[in-house]
Structures are given as C-alpha cells and as structure tokens.
C-alpha cells in the first residue's frame, strides 16, 4: 500500500501515519517529495484494513493498493489453466465449447426440439431456464421444479450434460439434484450468500459477469468460491451495461482477454445477452473464439418469435447451424505475408 | 404497443404480425407511411409477452412499449405521497429525515457512542450493517447476530428506530426480530428471491437503487415488493457506476426527482456512498434536500480513521453535526427579484 | 511518480527502471516488498514524459502519478476563489447568478420576447446560440452572424451582457465582437485548437464540461485557457452521459463540489441539457444552488414548442418565473435540532 | 414519427398534436387505447423539426421517431459495400487492410524505423500523428509540418500511403498536401465544423467514433461528411468510455458489426486505444478482424519505452510482426461437425 500524503500535510499527520502502518505489522518506508510525501506500508499479513482505513486520516490525500486482492483465482498462484469437467465434457482445454438451448423451458415439446438441435449442429452442454430473474414481476417466472424435470429428461435422450440458474441460497440443493452446472446470473454476481452457499456444493459453476462489474470485482467474486472450497468455476462475459442503446449490453471481449491473462480459470461468452440481437450473433461469436473464450453460450428456440422470454436474441435452429458451420470456418482471413 | 415494421417489408409480413396482434388479444391499426408501415396493438389484459416476442418476427425492426410496465407503484395509480411509518417516525411526509449511522457494527463501544452522537444532532432513525456485503471474500463480514444485539440495545437508550441490511432469504426472519427498516442493498436490488422474501414481511422496506439500474428498472423492483404484498418501500438512491472516478459512484440526485414524479413512494439520498468522498457530503445533502428528497441516509462513526469499512466516506460526530446544522439553515440564497 | 514493478519483476528490470529515472532528472527511492518492488520518482522539473513511458519498459506493471497534472486552475496555486467579470456581472462571488435564453437564435420576435422575460424574471445574463452544434445535419444549424446582431439588439434593450457558442477557430473574432462571454460546447471541450485560439481573447469563456469527461480532464481543458493566456473562465456542468436513457444526461452535481475543492474557478450548472426533461428543471435547479454552484444556465423560449431546437427541455417565461421565486425561497428545510 | 400522449391528456390537447402534425405537411393517424392516445406522423418531406418540437406541448409524454435519421450513409439507399482508394490501397473490400505506426513523429530515425518495420511485416499504410490532441497542455504536441515532411519522406522510401490527424479547420489545407488519408480523432467526431471542411475535401477520411459517441451519432457524423460532399469515409471504432478502469477504453467490436449492417461504409478496429494495453492488442485484433471488421489502426514505436506518447499501447517492431503472423493463422478453430 502506498499512503500519499496531502500537498502540505503536517510533520505530526506523517507522524501518525507512519505510527498506524506499524501498528497495523507493516514497515514503514517515507518518501519526501518536493510537493509531497509518501509513505509505502511494506510486508504481508498485516492488518491490511487498518491501512485502508488510513484514507479518512488527516493529512491524507489517498491509499493506492499496488497488489491485486484475490489470491487463489490468480496467475500468480497457478499458472496452468484450470480445465473444469462438466460431467465429462472439459472447458477450458484444448475444444472450444459451445453451450446452446433455450432461454426458459416451457414446455416438453419446446425443450426436447432444441435439445436435439442444438446436438445435432455441435453444442456440447443444454442450457435452460428453470427460475428466470424478470425484470418485471407480471413477466414468466419459469416452469421451476417441472423444468428440472425436463431438463433431466433432455439430457437423457441426448446425452449433453445441462446447465441452469440458480437464483436463492434455497433453491441450491434441490438445483444441484438435477444440473451438472450451476449458473449464477448476472444480477446475482455479488449476491455473496448466494456465492458463500454455491462454494460448499459439488458441482462446477458458471459465474456471470455482473452488468456493471469490473473485471477485478468479477474475479473477487470467483474468489468467494474458490476460497469456500469449490476449484470448478467458469467465468462468464455476458456485456455490461454503457450509454449504447442500439445493443442490449456492450460484450466486452477484453475483458475476456484480461480475465485469461490475470486469472486461469476458463472463461466463455455470451453474445446472445451481449448484443441483445440475432442478428449481430454469429459475428460476436467468431469473435470470441478469436478473442481467446473457451467457449460460447447461445439461446436457441426451436421459435424465437414465440419464446416467453428473450425471442429477439434467440435464433432458430437453422440460425444456429449456420452460426456453428462459421466458426469452424473463418470467411475471411489475412492472406500471410511472404516476407 | 407499436410494431415497427422494417423498411421494405413484405405484405405477408405484416399479414403475420396483424395475426398475432389479433390473436394476442389486442386489436391491431395499421397506418402504412412512405417509407414503412406501423402495426399499433391497442387494448389490455391480452398476452403482452407474445407482443414483445414480435420483435423476433420476421420483417419487424422493433417493438416499442408505450406504457410503462409498473402499476402499483406508479402515480397514475395513487396519486397522493406514500408517508411510511417507521415504528413512530414517518417518511415521506413533511418532514426530512435523517438516517445515520455506522457503516458496519463494529462493538458495544463504537455502536452506543454513535448512536448517541447521531440522536444528539438531530438524526431520527440509527443505521449500522450487521450483515456487510463485501467485494472481497478477506473483507470483515459483520458481527452478524451479535451486531443485532447491540443495534436493539441502541434503540433502546436512545429510541431511535433501527435499520439493517439483509443479504439473503436465510436471515429475513432473524433480522426481522430486530429491525424496525429492512433494507435491499444495492448488489441485491435485482434479487428477486430476496425481493418475494421481503415482500411477505411485516416491517417497511428499504430499496437501494443499484449501481447499474434504470430509475425504471428500480421502480419495477420495488413493484415486486407492492405486488407481494408489502406497500411500505422507501426508495434510496445511492450513487450509478459512471466513468468518474474521482467519486466513488455518481449521485444522480435528477432519478430522485424522477422517481417521485413517476412515483408515490418517499425517496432519501445516500451521499456517503453517492460520492465516497468525506469532504463532499455535506454539499450533497443539502442538494438531496434542494431537489425534493424526503430524508437522507449517512455514514457516521465516531473515529472514521478505524473504522473497518468505509471510512473515508463516514464523518466523524462533529462533521456530522455541521451537516446537520447546515441543512436546517442554507448558507446562499438567491436574492428574490423585486419585479 | 510511483513506478509499480511486476511480481517476479527481476534485479536487470529494477535496474534499468532506476537508471530512467535518474536519466528524466529525478530521484528513485527503492523499496522492496515482500511481493512486489516499487521505485519512487521523487522531484520536480524532470521529464514527466520518460516516466510515463516506463509503463512500456519490461517488468513495470503500472506507473501512478500521485500528483495532479494541473497547476494553474488549481487550489494549491490560488486558493482564493476566482471572480469572473462579465460585462460588469460577477461570476464566482457572492452572488448566484442565472443566465437565460433560448437554445437558438430564431428571430427577431422570438429573442426579444425572451430576454425581455427573462430580464424581468431575474436572470442576468442573456444566452442565445447563433451557431449550433447538431448531431444531424439536416437540422437547423442557426442563423449565424444575424443571430449576433440580435444579441447585439437584445443586450442594448434589456442591458443583459450576452454569451454564445463558438465552433470553430474560424469563428473567434466575428463572435468576439459581439459576445460577452464565449461558451465551448461539451463536445468541444478537447476540440485543443480552438482552446488555444480562445486562451488570446480579451473575453470571458464558459467552458462545458464534456458528456464523457472526467472533472480532471476538464480541468485541464481549463488548463489549456489558463496557460495560454485567458484567466477568465467559468466551468459548467450539463451532465454526463450514463446507461440512464429517462434523462437525456445525468447532471453531475458531486463534480461541482469536487471542482470547487480543486480549483479556484467558478461553476455553474446547466439543468435544461443536464436533464432534458422540463419537468426536472426546478428540483435541479435548486439544487445545484445548493451544492455550491455559483449559478445556472436555462433554456427559455417564448413558446417552446415552436423551438427549432431543444424545445422540450426548454421552460415557457411563466415556469421561469416560477423556477426563480422557488430559487429564492426554499419550500422545506431541515428543522433546526434544538440541542 | 409517433406522437404519444400523457396518460389523461385532453381531448383538446389531442385536437392541438392533430393540427400541428397536418400543418408541417404530414398526415395525422390517430389511435385512442385503453389507456392513452397515439397519434402517428405519416409522411415524408415534411417539417420533422416541428414534429420533433411537440415534445414540449402539452398532453404529450414522448415523440418517438421510428425511422434512422441519415440517409446517404445508410445501407437502405446503397446496399453494396463501399470500398475506398486509399492511394492505391482498397478498403472495405476483400482484403483485409492493417495500418501501423507510431502514434506521433518524434524524429526522422524512429518514422524510418517503424515504417521499415511495419511495411516488411505486411502493413499496408502508415501513420504517424503530426499535430496531436493531449489532455493536457504541459503533453507533448506533435511536431507539426516538420512531421508531415517525414511521413512523405517515409512514404516515398517504403511507398507506403499516409494517415495523419487534422485537428482543426485551419490546418485541412496544409496537411490534405501531404496525406492520403485524413483521420477525424475521436475528441473530434462532432467537431461539426471540421465535418464541414473535410467533406470538401478531394482526400478519403478516417472517421473515429467518439468516446461517448452511438452508433447512430456516428453515422450522423459520417453524414455530414458525405452530405457536404465527400463519399469516401471510412469509419474507425476505437473503444468507448465505460466505468471499467483495466482497460482504457472498451472496445466495442459489436458497434463494428452493427455499424456494417445499417451502413456500407468500410469500418476498422484500432485495438491500441481499445484497449490501452500492449498485451492485449493482438487477441483483441484477431477479434475485430472476426467480427467483420475490414481492417485494422495499431500503434507502433521502435522502442516504445522511449515513445513521448502512448508508449504502454505500442508494439515494438517484433511484437508487431507476431500479431500479423497470427492473424494470418488462427490458433484454435471450432472442429467442424460431421453431421
């Protein structure tokens, strides 16, 4: 930590800084400048918070941390990428991995058609919304239990594992009899309850990134299930939230990079909530790939324009064909350079 | 609601739509300009869902809603101010109120000595977490029940009502025992199991606007507190997540203006975290009062500088006496024109 | 400057980070952290310039300035608030001063009738656009130099000294002789040589805060002023820009704060584009004259919704009316705590 | 357009929208809901600014324009792409263009430098600023003419075409003399009197999308630009403001793809200010050239360590050449489907 005094800072609030840094089991280190001083708090395992507190000393200007916060989701501790297997399939290897299925579950008919779709074009994992988070509380909440049910049911007949949100501590146990992988939306990244429960659970988990969560604050988060006893997280970029109204969220494809690079857990994208438009998919999607994700997730309906949620960002399974067929052949490339 | 057609569409298109406008249970008018055609579905009570999914129609650009999705809590439903009775105190009213308090109960000493600082400068309610949401899973979490304990104990010396957060579903009965005002933190203003949880609750409702919602979206959450069943919500806006980061969030004192023109709920501003800042809180309170705000929370403690969360935005007793008085007695006025 | 090494940054790197340092003029402090080292840049007078670059420099994670990089506009170098005379109107003292006037110039009549209103209503300053930023350009784009005479009319009428935007370089001299104050438009506030040619005007210049910039980047537009030459300037906050859409901008009340704490300049606020909804303009208004802002800046047209431009955030001459006695006499205040 | 009205506004609030839309030229339809009136503007060639401007009348709640306001850039009135001559080089059409040099000429030796550098590795234009927008006044500010003189002679050794900045309306002249490509910075993007100049320009134009700037202003921009003249645009997306602090800027490959859809201008990635971190730069081109980007702007210094700008964003000459290997040569495709 570096506690850089105020321009005209008194001898007695250095004094008193310097006292607290050592009090808290730091080394203080005083750098007088010409206009100011600093005082750099050296060492580990002090009480880090009795530093930051140190900002509403007087005389101080600012407490600027130079390390990063969480531990165990980071590079420095294990530089190998962690591969987390969902019953069998791995993501964040070698395959790129697509994760495809309907936004909501609605009904057996509805489910089981986009089920062997999505199989049949290449997707690897079934998603399906059992309890949605709605913005409004007059729109379809989800099917519940009965959408387990057929999820169960779907994963049967074809063989790919299943993925679902989990919206409440409550709902944990009963969710985790039936998914092979537990998603934390992206309105629940900082629902810490919900994290500190989903930690004690054997099944891997799928953390959104919250809307308007930096990339630092979306790795905290997986650091709470890290840190609570479960290694098998997947990171999720869904788009944040920014002054464009033409897409329904901004997909931030750096963010994916930097997570790669600052963290080893695998990370995939989801370019159906990130543009919010069908039409924009397939190119986000490719992008993605190219950007470095392990994989993509993508709402398909076997007919969007009657889906009970999300329809305008769903393709049809011709559209998901088609999108999977591009991404494993790129259209247009760099020709190489001879030199 | 209008469906916009896309330029060149094709006659059976909007034969499609006009279909499912009808089918729907709304009645279609379709006016045919120069350069498109517009479908206006007018009517109630029909299948409002199947009309959104249009968007995912073929040869429709985009589906506009006209109305706003709230009811209950919307001005058009009740037009008098909602006063909320927080065990004697009433907000919403004529009279502005202030909530203070310690960020995080940190023990008997510091809570009693800032529930006492906060009574004597003329604050009406006590805040204090007993439950911290923090970014970090290495963060102090709060003293959870014990904290309960001794907010109770505070009231009872100093009969100022109390106000606590709620994290999770888990605790809504325990912490119920206690707090007089529930409050939504702004990280869970969008977790709807919490939001059903609360809305089944016998105590008042304290809805912070998270740090990436629409005035809108915030209004539609606080709907899901109405439409459960409990009509006490205040509403509290706490800063958006901005570009700026010089202030820890950007206090949008014009949402509170908003929010009480499109709503009969009260509305207090929370400038400790709207700015982050120390040395500007005293400037935004009297601005949150300016703009028609009914009441104000702020973080007080008495030694911010060891405090163990929040401490360079909470003032110390003395800084928030001057706030106090400079709130009752404006330092600059126009001078009124003669004319 | 604080030069933040990698974890695992090696003895050749660390080397080499001093040896710049020393070579930009300045002196290195080393300290060595249990995980990471930094190296201080102490002094005043070096090559700011080399520093930065060290960012690139391999084994250097981060280089933080720990000062501000303005100087002029700045508290440290002038603590005294600035004045600003405007024809004999000043900006920045003891006074709350309210410039008003139609967004556009548009004829005759339609000036007249404003400033006469707003004379009478109590404003000071008259503000009236002859050459007008628009995002399209099929809309109108103002009258030009025949609006600059009408100001010239409307001033020898009413005795309200006048204030209009500048565009472009070009422009300068011809607005020069009849304005007097040169506003630049928010997406001018980086346009750098037209801040260069208004830093050599014997006029005042009101300078818009940009819909994505921060307060130190304008500062340091305000900077550019100052250092070439023109001390005369007045800040103005019209709203960011954020994920908000119900108001056209998000009015940034905390960045007036903050900008008087840094600077010695004054600033006003503009509601009208901070908002763009009438309906908020009073609440905003007011507060803004309670967050310490030395003034507003309003739209007034004599029949708004007839404006060729901003006409719904514009107030008809009775809403000013209204706005300004509201100014002048607060509807609700704290009440005094008798302790 | 769509007039829609307040819920409750008057039968003679009605009547007034009626006769304001048949007096400036269109024909009114009106369509009385349940639960509010809407009245739809059919026409065209009309008064859209009168229309617009009943925003402010009374008994209206929202004009909603349902058409794109430009024209001549749009996809609507030419479907086929655009490809502009760049001085021999095309872009927007089958190849994929990369640009490449140092953000500002410092010196003679390092344009020679990286202009050997980036030609051998298979760039097709060079840039290089001359005269450059900083921040801060105290920034370097690019060499002016004497750097124009060295991108020509530059231009001359490697026959690489030239993209250098205009700043300002006075310098249009000079610099058209010596460049083949005139960029439009992104501070600039509505610097509406520059449009006006360069759209009479007889030299393509690299428009950059403003920070906080839509897709739909950025269009309008490039619609200045072709209404006052000049067809040869070519759009540039540069990454926005967002509250994620990690990454400069966020780059917004979906604007790209967006951008392609509603427009047939050509359209390029510039990831160096994307993204503001060398490391991430080549993922982040390999994306936009996925996403159907046409080409790509990247920053090149021969040691950027030493670079008086933008030093942290730039390649040196050998990193350079591996981000042109990998886009030539993706690493990790989907495995196609034997389906």
Redesign the interface.
């Given at each position: 930590m570096?506690i850089?005094m105020m321009?005209?800072a008194s001898d007695e609030q250095i004094a008193h800084v310097i006292a607290?840094v050592e009090h808290a089991g730091y080394q203080p280190?005083t750098?007088?400048?010409?206009?100011?001083t600093?005082v750099?708090a050296?060492?580990?395992g002090g009480n880090?918070?009795?530093l930051?507190?140190?900002?509403?000393?007087p005389g101080v200007e600012?407490v600027?941390a130079?390390?990063h916060?969480?531990?165990l989701v980071s590079r420095?501790v294990k530089s190998e990428p962690t591969v987390v297997n969902v019953r069998g399939v791995p993501i964040g290897g070698?395959?790129?991995v697509?994760i495809a299925g309907p936004c909501s579950v609605e009904s057996r008919e509805q489910l089981l058609a986009a089920a062997r779709a999505v199989k049949?074009?290449?997707a690897r994992l079934l998603r399906g919304g059992a309890y949605k988070?709605?913005?409004?509380?007059?729109?379809?909440q989800g099917l519940g239990e009965e959408a387990l049910r057929l999820l169960a049911e779907a994963r049967d007949e074809t063989g790919l594992p299943i993925v679902t949100e989990v919206?409440?501590?409550?709902?944990v146990a009963r969710i985790s009899e039936y998914a092979d992988l537990l998603q934390v939306g992206a309105?629940?990244m900082?629902?810490?309850?919900?994290l500190r429960a989903l930690a004690r659970v054997d099944r891997p988990i799928l953390l959104k990134r919250?809307?308007?969560a930096?990339?630092?604050?979306w790795l905290?988060a997986a650091?709470?299930l890290l840190?609570?006893g479960n290694p098998n997280v997947i990171l999720c970029e869904r788009g944040?939230?920014?002054?464009?109204?033409?897409?329904r969220n901004?997909?931030?494809?750096?963010?994916i990079?930097?997570a790669k690079?600052l963290s080893h857990l695998p990370v995939i994208a989801d370019p159906s909530h990130?543009?919010g438009?069908?039409?924009?998919i397939p190119?986000?999607s490719?992008?993605?790939?190219?950007?470095?994700a392990d994989g993509l997730m993508i709402e398909v309906h076997p007919c969007?324009?009657?889906?009970?949620?999300d329809?305008?960002q769903?393709l049809d399974p011709e559209g998901f064909r088609k999108l999977?067929?591009n991404?494993?052949?790129?259209s247009?490339?760099?020709?190489?350079?001879s030199?």
């Open positions: 570096i850089n321009y005209g607290v280190h750098i007088r400048g010409t206009e100011r600093i750099a050296v060492g580990s880090r918070i009795a930051e507190a140190l900002q509403a000393a600012e600027v130079i390390t916060p969480f531990k420095q070698e395959e790129f697509v049949s074009a290449g988070p709605r913005t409004s509380p007059y729109d379809f919206m409440s501590t409550e709902d309105r629940n900082q629902n810490f309850a919900l919250g809307p308007s930096t990339v630092k604050e905290l650091e709470y840190a609570g944040i939230r920014t002054f464009e109204t033409d897409t901004t997909l931030d494809l750096a963010a990079a930097l690079e990130g543009t438009r069908r039409s924009l190119a986000l490719s992008a993605a790939l190219a950007v470095g969007p324009e009657r889906a009970l949620s329809g305008p769903s999977m067929r991404l494993a052949m790129p247009r490339t760099m020709k190489p350079v030199a």
